[in-house]
């Protein structure tokens, strides 16, 4: 969620100054390079519709271009050969405490290229959100280049890249913002005197206990968003306002709509709620915001193949009892199933409620209805007219007959679903429904 929310700001500044978007997939560490994430981060960006001028470029094919660079400081005596550190009691390398920084130990298998930070002075990063954050150079270790098995790291990657790109703008997560001062003095090791980029640390994304989002413990997967049913354009508003707001301060918009409102100088520090109470309630209002037309394509994916035409009629209903697209299917199940996923305690419920008239009542709906006019308002009447004469109100007559059509108690109108359902299939269910009615006790 925090890729995308900083693919979305990169975006809205691109668009706004007339720059070039570029997608470029920071793919180094081979341990994690997995096609399939790659591809994932193309076709999120694509739902959102943030579309890019140049890319995919994967750091991965510009290695070669990556150790040439590391390599050149070798030479010039702004990095350093290293030796691997021994192991703590944990089984992980000690924290390098700068051991092997005049040695004058030679490339080798195995060994680690560092760059050689400086022991004195400062360095200040002009952030557009952070403002001037000052590190003392002392606190900055001699940071790796290369691996011992010679692959780049990602913060030389960056570098390198940033400069063979001509990258004018740096927006990315807080927690970056620790990596910025050795970003700044590699880049002036490299290419001293280039202009930097501009900075800009968008604020941490934290969950309702105001914990960063972690993807071990929240739902952070933007496609898992997608799969279950939250409009792209709802999803490109939430985010947005992770950290930034219209300058008129209104919530609901269309990215396309906040292109020239949006500056990076307007994003705010403080860490960013992500809230999904806020994200339902837009989504679900999104969703009735539609029209029917518009939502019957929208839905066509959730219903697995089934023609989305067969709950047209009742679609106006449906919509506004959802809050995802992905709830769509499971109200309107009954109308495509041969017969409907039965609820057991939905039908013990309404059993109970019409104490001990249910066979009746049921067939006496069956056998009405099998004569009836077939619309909303004529079958309601024969529900409540056998309800009556049971002694029952129209709510708890419709109960067992809601399930026996639906196989569960909640749902569209009863009445519309029976209709859009049909005459002999709504019979057929009800004395179906009948064969389930207990037996009186002897």
């Known amino acids: 969620m925090g890729t995308a929310r900083t693919a979305l700001f990169n975006w809205l500044e691109a668009r706004r100054t007339g720059g070039t978007f570029i997608l470029r997939i920071e793919d180094t560490d081979v341990d994690r390079n997995l096609v399939e994430a790659a591809d994932g981060i193309q076709r999120s960006m694509a739902w959102l519709g943030l579309d890019w001028d140049e890319g995919p470029f994967f750091q991965s094919e510009r290695r070669d271009r990556h150790v040439d660079a590391a390599l050149a400081l070798a030479d010039a005596g702004l990095a350093y050969w290293s030796d691997p550190m021994p192991l703590a009691p944990d089984g992980k390398p000690e924290r390098y405490d700068g051991r092997d920084r005049d ?72 927690d970056h913002l620790s990596n910025t001062p050795k970003y700044q003095l590699l880049w002036e090791a490299i290419a001293p005197g280039a202009p930097r980029p501009v900075f800009a640390h968008l604020p941490l994304i934290v969950n309702e206990k105001r914990q960063k989002l972690s993807k071990r413990r929240d739902k952070v997967a933007l496609e898992q968003f997608r799969d279950e049913g939250y409009l792209p354009e709802v999803m490109g508003n939430f985010l947005a306002l992770l950290g930034w707001s219209p300058p008129d301060g209104r919530e609901r918009f269309r990215i396309d709509e906040v292109v020239n409102e949006f500056s990076l100088a307007d994003v705010v520090p403080s860490s960013a709620f ?32 089934q023609d989305p035409e067969r709950i047209r009629a009742l679609l106006p209903e449906v919509q506004t009892r959802v809050v995802r697209l992905d709830e769509v299917a499971p109200m309107v199940d009954f109308l495509y199933l041969d017969e409907p996923a039965w609820d057991e305690a939905s039908w013990e419920k309404a059993v109970r409620q019409t104490a001990g008239a249910t066979a009746g009542l049921l067939g006496a709906v069956a056998d009405r209805w099998s004569g009836c006019p077939w619309d909303a308002e004529s079958v309601k009447a024969v529900v409540g007219d056998a309800g009556a004469a049971a002694g029952l109100s129209l709510k708890k007559a419709q109960a067992p007959v809601r399930v026996a059509l639906t196989g569960r108690s909640v749902g569209p109108p009863l009445f519309e679903s029976a209709v859009v359902l049909g005459r002999e299939e709504s019979v057929r269910r009800v004395r179906a429904a009948l064969e389930r009615v207990p037996l009186p006790a002897a």
């Open 103 to 174: 040695r004058g130990l030679e490339r080798a298998p195995g060994r680690a290229l560092r760059f050689r930070s400086p022991a004195e002075g400062t360095t200040t990063v002009i952030d557009l959100v952070r403002g001037q954050p000052t590190f003392p150079n002392a606190a900055i270790e001699d940071f790796g280049l290369l691996k011992g098995t010679g692959d780049p790291l990602f913060l030389l990657a960056n570098v390198v890249d940033d400069l063979d790109m001509a990258i004018s703008h740096v927006v990315r997560g807080e």
């Open 274 to 305: 992500f809230d999904l109470k806020k994200l339902d309630a837009f989504n679900g209002d999104a969703i009735r915001e539609l029209p029917v037309d518009h939502l019957l394509e929208r839905v066509r994916p959730f219903l697995g193949g």
